[in-house]
């Protein structure tokens, strides 16, 4: 069972405009959540997270949106650059424990 | 710092062969890792170490074995190899906090089982 969902396998956008990527759960025990990007042939690189204490953590043009209620989180991007496409994985942390559950990942694609 | 280190870049095993899966890192970190990709699946965690000598399996342990003798050191054994274990593997570190803290991510392994 998916415990960490991201329905749209890709997205793509007009460079200079806003990406969101969205994230669904389903265990409400987890308390941490992160997103990383992927390029091809390399490993994933941390981008940003947040702590289920809150509901928005923003650094730089990137920025996260946490519903608990809701059980769903949202990465915005703001503005796209070409640089940004690659596959973005959603993932989070069981309240406590060391294991790090992914979600299937989102390739996003800027068009000039 | 080289970071988080990964060999091979490729390797093609039969089905039944035995090999290892080496990561080191250069950061002194406490934590280490071993996921999976495959297509629509995500990462997916092995195996875990919060630290030398102590080991702890993730999502999916069947068919891989791992030891942490060393801080630097976190490799992955496949005793025998199946075609299911044809994937991608990365191995990641991070600091303190474990997994809630950034974690760095070799470059993987491209593993095929025929």
């Known amino acids: 069972d998916q415990q960490v969902k991201q329905n749209s396998p890709s997205l793509s956008v007009q460079e200079g405009r806003i990406s969101i990527l969205n994230c669904d759960y389903t265990?409400?025990?987890?308390?941490?959540f992160l997103w990383y990007k992927k390029y091809p042939a390399e490993g994933p690189t941390f981008l940003i997270s947040?702590?289920?204490?809150?509901d928005k953590n923003e650094d730089g043009r990137f920025t996260v949106f946490l519903n608990k209620s809701a059980k769903h989180l949202s990465l915005h991007i703001v503005p796209s650059q070409p640089g940004d496409s690659a596959v973005y994985f959603c993932a989070a942390i069981f309240q406590g424990a060391q294991k790090l559950v992914f979600g299937q990942g989102t390739r996003l694609t800027i068009n000039p | 710092n080289a970071g988080v280190t990964q060999t091979p870049k490729f390797q093609v095993l039969k089905t039944g062969q035995s090999m290892t899966l080496q990561c080191a890192q250069d950061?002194?970190?406490?934590?280490m890792s071993w996921y999976r990709q495959d297509p629509g699946m995500g990462l997916r965690l092995i195996h875990y170490?919060?630290?030398?000598?102590?080991?702890d399996q993730g999502e999916v342990p069947n068919g891989y074995n791992v030891s942490r003798s060393t801080t630097e050191d976190f490799p992955l054994r496949l005793l025998s190899a199946a075609p299911s274990q044809t994937s991608v593997y990365f191995c990641?570190?991070?600091?303190?906090?474990?997994?809630?803290?950034?974690?760095?991510f070799g470059p993987g392994t491209r593993l095929t089982v025929l």
């Open positions: 265990n409400s025990m987890f308390d941490y």
């Open positions: 950061m002194n970190h406490e934590y």
């Open positions: 990641a570190s991070s600091y303190q906090r474990g997994a809630y803290n950034e974690q760095f």
């Open positions: 947040i702590s289920s204490i809150k």
């Open positions: 170490s919060v630290g030398a000598g102590i080991t």
